[in-house]
């Protein structure tokens, strides 16, 4: 028998709406994952109850309702669009499904509607371009586990962490070079979403002798480093300076989104925005080459918030270049890596997206 085949796309999630109690649930779900608060059961317990959801979910609320669409959220909207592209590009060779690790649609859903359709093979993409265990350890484990429920099991293949893929690298690219023209900016900056130190000290294949270890401990991917988010990060970044002509004093590496006390991996990008209004630098570029898709944290946290701080501390223009959302390179891209990974599925070589 011929095996039916399905795609699986994998983010992160986002709450149902922006009333307060949907948020709580959102983040006390995403919180509570012991991958993300890598800490003692009853310390995370501790933090989430007695710290963060008493407070954050109505600060969080007002910031989602600041990029809500009247169709819901961005993140969802444009994780469905890629699916009716990816849909159509296939002309109906493979089912596709949209899973998020947290709320709806999740991950359980579409591997239900998987089953329903007798598919019994299925390729996960988890749309994280650099490996975290926070992120894409953690959409797949999510994705074994429910599989493991079923009494059926799929076979079930990983698309790897694409950071430095040539076909992710031009989709990038593809987006920001109008951008760039445009501005004609002093300073790029390439903002990567955060990631506590600890995590990375727990990703050194070294034992903790080669991660953060130096200012050059990022320079090249190797063996001890080669699950390091950070060490990925940068691989992106030089990969994505290359392709668009950036020279190394044109553009910077910088993380955002950080929460709580402890340290993470730095230069902070809200920081480092701050210091170039105050240096004179005029206008800047903001690439966000770690999300595939504009959410929270690009479309509030760059676009919005970042800006007014940067003209705050005497900047002019501030300027995000959008994410691949459902852009025609990026759905080609994400054909082009899932035929790299497994060279047998029924993907056409040339595709025809929708304009």
Known sequence: ??????????????PDTTKTGDVRRYLREFLSDPRVIDISPWRRWLLLNLFILPFRPQKSAEAYRKIWTHSG?????????????????????????????????????????????????????????????????????????????????PTIQVVPPFYEHPGFIEACASVARPVLADLNPDRVLMSFHGLPERHVHKSDESGGAHCLSSDTCCDKIVSANR????AQSFATARALASNLGLDAGEYEVTFQSRLGRSPWIRPYTDIRINELAAAGIKRVAVLSPSFVADCLETLEEIEIRALYDFRKHGGEELRLVPSLNSNDQWVRAVLDMARDAYADLPIPESVDTPA
């Not at 007798?118 to 490996?131: E, K, T």
């Not at 699950?227 to 950070?230: G, L, T, V």
């Open 227 to 230: 699950y390091c988010y950070r």
């Open 73 to 153: 959220s961005p993140l969802l909207l444009h994780g469905f669009d890629l699916v009716e592209k990816l849909s159509t590009a296939l002309g109906g060779e493979m089912q596709v499904e949209l899973g998020m690790r947290y709320q709806n649609p999740s991950i359980r859903a579409a591997l239900s509607r998987f089953c329903e359709a007798g598919i019994d093979h299925i390729i996960v993409f988890p749309l994280f371009p650099q490996y975290s265990s926070a992120a894409w350890g953690s959409a797949v484990e999510k994705v074994f586990v429910e599989a493991g429920r079923l009494w059926n099991l």
């Open 1 to 14: 028998m011929t095996q039916k085949r399905g795609l699986m796309l994998v983010n992160l999630g986002t």
